[in-house]
């Protein structure tokens, strides 16, 4: 599985951005797909991550009320929408997919994408 994200940039305090990311090569691998962001020094963050008829989301509690996960699968597309961004969500931020695990633990994803920069001004 191939993993493409996009939609990154800059953007003011307040703002939105939405993230993209398409799956391509055994797409019928990407049961899981979900978004994590990781800034300099730090371990990779879970952001969400939904199930392949997209029925399914898991949220970090502390992003939950602006960040919303939703999953084309017919088009295999996952798409992050942020609201209300703040500086702090200044990050690269990555999709991912696994075929058979489920959860916040970036071990769990077998598949990762090259990451996609966004940066928030105050």
């Known amino acids: 599985v191939q993993l493409q994200a996009s939609g990154g940039g800059a953007v003011q305090a307040g703002g939105s951005l939405r993230l993209s990311c398409v799956a391509s090569?055994?797409?019928?691998?990407?049961?899981?797909m979900g978004w994590f962001r990781q800034t300099v020094g730090n371990e990779r963050e879970f952001i969400a991550c939904?199930?392949?008829?997209?029925?399914?989301?898991l949220y970090a509690e502390s992003l939950k009320d602006r960040f919303a996960i939703s999953r084309d699968a017919a088009k295999n597309l996952v798409i992050l929408q942020m609201n209300s961004l703040k500086s702090e969500d200044t990050a690269v931020y990555y999709c991912?997919?696994?075929?058979?695990?489920?959860?916040?633990?970036?071990?769990?994803?077998?598949?990762w994408g090259q990451g996609t920069q966004v940066t928030v001004s105050s």
């Open positions: 939904i199930s392949r008829n997209g029925a399914t989301t």
């Open positions: 991912a997919a696994d075929t058979y695990r489920w959860g916040r633990d970036a071990d769990f994803y077998s598949y």
């Open positions: 090569g055994r797409t019928a691998s990407a049961n899981t």
